[in-house]
């Protein structure tokens, strides 16, 4: 034989299928050449046999049986699965769900907050925004920008851009969002022309901001590019015609890049323009002047957003200081991360739901380590039989862990199934105020994360316990004698049970929070009747309708025709609709009001046609509705609402008074003639401010100018989408060149104001309800395990004489401790989280009563329908029968 | 294949190595024998059986090979190949030894 060394050295390279032939071989080997050659050549050949490579590919080529074995596994997992198909379906269904709700949502994360923008150096760059008294967050002034540019340090560049919208009117009419934006924009931005080039300061100069002055040159996003030009490299260099004015493309911009303030808007900017700003010494003018563009910033090497924002704020003090800015308009300059800006109120919605399914997932986990636990136990008796039948502790090993995989795997493909499923849901849910939503895509990488968890804790609650019982033999006689498990066994269900509770108690909490916020948004009365109503807008370009009596009269025109439709009640026209666009203010005088020494009157300025007020139902208080009669040639007049009735003209009746607009006072004076309860404007639960409407027939008197673009508005008895083929019938013969743009019905405007809320909500709502699931089978099967580990003590009670109640009573109590300890420990822990909701609730505390007193109340009822079919069954414990088996 | 189908009934890695060894000059380990029987069972032109020990004395269980009929015909068909390819080098009367 030969030497114990090599056939030690042997046996542990060899593959174990082939170990036995290839000790022989060595032995035989080896007594040969001692017989010839003596020991020293024969060790020597031994060695070179130990020292092989080949035993690797010997491995290799043997896998094949291995894969064969892992079959065996396989086939054994599925049998017993199929055997426990209660146990098996509960696990995936539960892995499934966990798994599957925060893959779809990490993924809406992901695409949302997560993936890049498409800008260069994305973390570099910030938007600027105005913060003053009456407005949280709004447009930046020429003179601000100039001050920003010429005087912050940290800032490397910044751009100025205005949006509007326009018709590409050469074939077929189109209507596209515009920007006029600074040369340095892109630069800002971090990208360049995908073709021909970027604007000069020369061209700039030839369209100043805030002149009227037609472009000459444009640049088209990629995506007019692609959709109107058929992604024709010859365009640059070609003319098109924007509003009947020709202008040449002199470039292409790159794939996906979008202003910020595109994201999540319904128009998305497809033209831009150049616009130089206005050179000047002067000082920025009190109150900072007119505020109607945006901004952003690139930071300057080293720089970082901090040393910007505190530049800027010294900025803000010194111009407070100095009475630019009055003491009582607490006007502040808004550095925001352009990531962030673009996010918006999305961000903590989505943060918050994330935590949410880390809950469900958390949960998942402790009911699939509770099925597991229960599922060990259980097959104690079968391990410990197994493993005395010589099956080693290694082979055990791996069937259950071939049976954790299989599990783990089942679930991620229901996950996966889910997943696809919700992330189309939520898309379909949620009407686009969450930008970059529809760019969301399955996240494999969420997916990865979650079946790691699951799996680890499959191996952790499933693997350790079974395999304790391999190395303990008593484990046999244990199981034969049914007795019950150990104590703190029990005790640690009832933990994991109780922290599962805790979970979902901050679920239900958050839920509940979120249905008083919706309830409340639903009964926020927006000062107008939605229902039956459509609305699409249209312009009047300066090249067909020349001065405000061409535009007033095409206005007329369509409203004959509209009118005389079957099944149109009214129409009307708005400058901006609510709860659509935001609406700013004018300054104004009014009569008999002496303003406070650093007051500056204004009022949110809007501009309708007759019919309008009565088309989308707002109430008239007193007074008159505008009229035909309401002329350029007749008296000037306003209607005012009445949060500018109170706090302007208090004391006796508005109407008769005087309201000047600013700019144009002593022009002519104007009388008000109504009015109107008020609309809320710029949101559903934002302030609404003072505000006034002017006839659009006297707009060019009133304000100076008469606007371009009016949304229509035409209250019907049908369905307000059925007459959309007539009335595109009727302007396409007023105007073949005008297009039609944001067709919407008065309802989804409303709808997509409170959005938001509704998706949040309606989210936190499927999580908690899931939660709730999660925890109901949670009980059963805590109860269900202690009900059978419990049989004959319960059977030896009930011969003892213990009533059922009594019974029920030694299983319930533990449940209702766990729960109890659960609940109120989660609603401690609800209390701190829910306050980072703060942001997303309206008209409800983060701690509201009503929410934390409701929540306990439906986990102890979870926890009684959870407990109640294993409670009835220890209840039919047959006491004969267990004191036969005593 | 050559070899197990010389060694016939006494087909097994120690015989088979040593022949290789005699015949062809070549020592090859166990391991890499082993590899090439694997092989060529997969493919089905060898079969192993474990057999019980040989009556004589110290004999033991041991894994013999055995050519199938189709390592056969593939031996066969080897061979015919190789005869061609000789041929037509002695035809074009260049093969010179080194």
Redesign the interface.
């Known amino acids: 034989m030969a030497p114990a060394l090599l056939r030690k050295l042997l046996s542990a ?2 593959p174990a299928a ?1 170990r ?3 000790l ?6 080896y007594r ?1 050449r001692l017989e010839a050659r003596g020991p020293v050549s024969a060790f020597a050949w031994g060695l ?2 130990v020292f ?1 490579f ?2 690797f ?2 491995h290799r ?2 896998r ?1 049986g291995l894969m064969s074995l892992f079959l065996q596994d396989l086939r054994y997992t599925f049998r017993s699965l199929w055997r426990s198909p209660g146990f098996t379906a509960v696990v995936v269904a539960t892995l499934g769900l966990g798994i599957g709700v925060n893959v779809a949502l990490m993924s809406v994360v992901r695409a949302v907050l997560l993936r890049p923008l498409p800008y260069g150096g994305e973390e570099r760059i910030v938007s600027l925004w105005s913060q003053w008294d009456r407005f949280p967050k709004t447009w930046v002034s020429v003179p601000e920008y100039r001050t920003y540019r010429d005087t912050i340090g940290s800032f490397d560049q910044v751009a100025l851009y205005g949006t509007g919208s326009g018709n590409l009117t050469e074939d077929e009419p189109e209507r596209v969002g515009i920007a006029q934006v600074t040369p340095n924009l892109f630069e800002v931005f971090g990208v360049e022309a995908a073709l021909g080039r970027a604007f000069t300061s020369e061209e700039a100069q030839i369209t100043p901001m805030d002149s009227d002055a037609d472009p000459e040159v444009v640049l088209l996003s990629h995506r007019l590019w692609q959709r109107r030009y058929g992604s024709d490299p010859r365009v640059v260099g070609r003319r098109i015609e924007l509003d009947g004015a020709p202008v040449t493309v002199i470039g292409v911009l790159p794939e996906g890049f979008q202003l910020p303030v595109d994201f999540g808007a319904s128009t998305r900017t497809d033209l831009y323009f150049p616009g130089a700003v206005p050179e000047g010494l002067e000082p920025i003018p009190n109150g900072g002047g007119s505020h109607g563009y945006f901004a952003a910033a690139r930071l300057r090497d080293g720089a970082s957003v901090e040393d910007a924002s505190s530049e800027v704020l010294l900025f803000n003090q010194r111009a407070t200081a100095d009475d630019t800015y009055s003491e009582q308009m607490r006007f502040r300059t808004l550095l925001i991360p352009v990531a962030e800006d673009v996010a918006g109120d999305a961000r903590s919605a989505l943060w918050i739901l994330a935590g949410a399914v880390g809950f469900v997932l958390l949960m998942a986990c402790g009911n699939v380590a509770n099925l597991l636990l229960s599922r060990a136990q259980e097959r104690r008796r079968e391990i410990a039989l197994r493993s005395s039948l010589g099956a080693g502790s290694l082979r055990i090993f791996r069937q259950l862990m071939t049976e954790s995989l299989v599990l783990a795997a089942l679930g991620g493909l229901l996950a996966l199934v889910l997943a696809h499923l919700g992330l189309a849901a939520l898309k379909a849910l949620e009407p686009g105020s969450i930008p970059r939503l529809s760019e969301a895509r399955l996240d494999l990488a969420a997916l990865g994360f979650a079946l790691a968890v699951t799996l680890l804790t499959s191996i952790l609650f499933g693997l350790v316990p079974a395999h304790a019982a391999t190395r303990i033999r008593s484990a046999l006689s244990e199981a034969a004698r049914g007795s019950s498990s150990s104590r703190s066994s029990q005790r640690f269900r009832f933990v994991l049970l109780g922290l599962q509770m805790a979970m979902a108690v901050v679920l239900v909490a958050g839920a509940g929070l979120m249905i008083r916020t919706f309830a409340n948004l639903m009964a926020i009365d927006p000062g107008f009747r939605s229902e039956g109503v459509l609305t699409l807008r249209l312009s009047t370009p300066e090249a067909s309708y020349p001065d405000a009596g061409a535009v007033v009269s095409f206005w007329d025109r369509l409203f004959d025709e509209v009118n005389a439709m079957r099944a149109v009640g009214s129409t009307g026209a708005a400058r901006i609709l609510p709860l659509a666009t935001q609406i700013g203010d004018w300054g104004i005088n009014v009569e008999g009001y002496v303003p406070a020494p650093d007051e500056n009157p204004a009022g949110d300025w809007q501009i309708v046609t007759p019919g309008y007020i009565e088309t989308i139902g707002m109430s008239l208080l007193e007074g008159r509705s505008f009229t035909d009669a309401d002329r350029a040639d007749s008296e000037l007049v306003v209607i005012v609402n009445e949060a500018l009735a109170r706090k302007y003209l208090s004391g006796g009746s508005a109407l008769g008074r005087s309201v000047g607009i600013r700019g144009r006072d002593g022009a002519r004076p104007t009388r008000v003639v109504g009015v109107v309860r008020n609309v809320r404007h710029n949101g559903v639960t934002a302030e609404v401010k003072p505000g006034f409407f002017v006839p659009l027939a006297q707009a060019e008197y009133a304000h100076g100018f008469t606007p371009r673009s009016m949304t229509l508005a035409i209250r019907t008895a049908v369905a307000p989408e059925t007459l959309l083929p007539e009335v595109r019938r009727i302007v396409a013969a007023l105007d073949p060149k005008m297009p039609i743009a944001e067709v919407r019905n008065l309802e989804e405007v409303l709808a997509g104001a409170v959005a938001p809320s509704r998706f949040t909500m309606a989210l936190l709502v499927a999580f908690s309800v899931l939660a709730l699931l999660l925890a109901c089978v949670g009980v059963y099967g805590v109860v269900s395990y202690v009900v059978s580990q419990r049989r004959s003590e319960i059977g030896i009670r009930m011969a003892l004489g213990a009533s059922r109640s009594s019974v029920f009573a030694i299983v319930g109590r533990q449940v209702a401790i766990a729960t109890g300890a659960g609940v109120l420990f989660g609603c401690a822990a609800a209390l701190i989280l829910t306050s980072s909701m703060r942001t997303v609730l309206h008209g409800v505390q983060a701690s509201d009563p009503l929410t934390f007193a409701s929540v306990p109340l439906v986990l102890f009822a979870t926890a009684l329908a959870g407990s109640l079919i294993p409670a009835l069954r220890a209840t039919r414990v047959d006491p004969v029968a267990t004191l036969r088996s005593e | 294949m050559l070899a197990v189908a010389r060694l016939g009934a006494e087909a ?4 088979l ?2 022949m290789l060894e005699e015949t062809a000059g070549r ?1 090859a ?4 024998i ?2 090439t029987l ?2 060529l069972e ?1 493919k089905g032109y060898v079969t192993s059986r ?1 057999e019980g020990p040989t009556p004589v004395r110290g004999g ?4 013999y090979f055995r050519l199938t009929p189709k390592g056969v015909e593939a031996l066969k068909e080897s061979h015919a190949a190789l005869e061609r390819m000789w041929r037509s080098v002695s035809r074009l009367g260049e093969f010179k030894a080194r």
């Open positions: 390279l060899a082939l036995e032939d290839l022989e071989d060595l032995d035989l080997g040969e070179r046999q092989s080949d035993w590919r010997l080529e043997l094949e | 097994y890695g120690a015989a190595q040593k020592s380990s166990i391991a890499t082993y590899v694997v092989r997969k474990r033991k269980a041991k894994r």
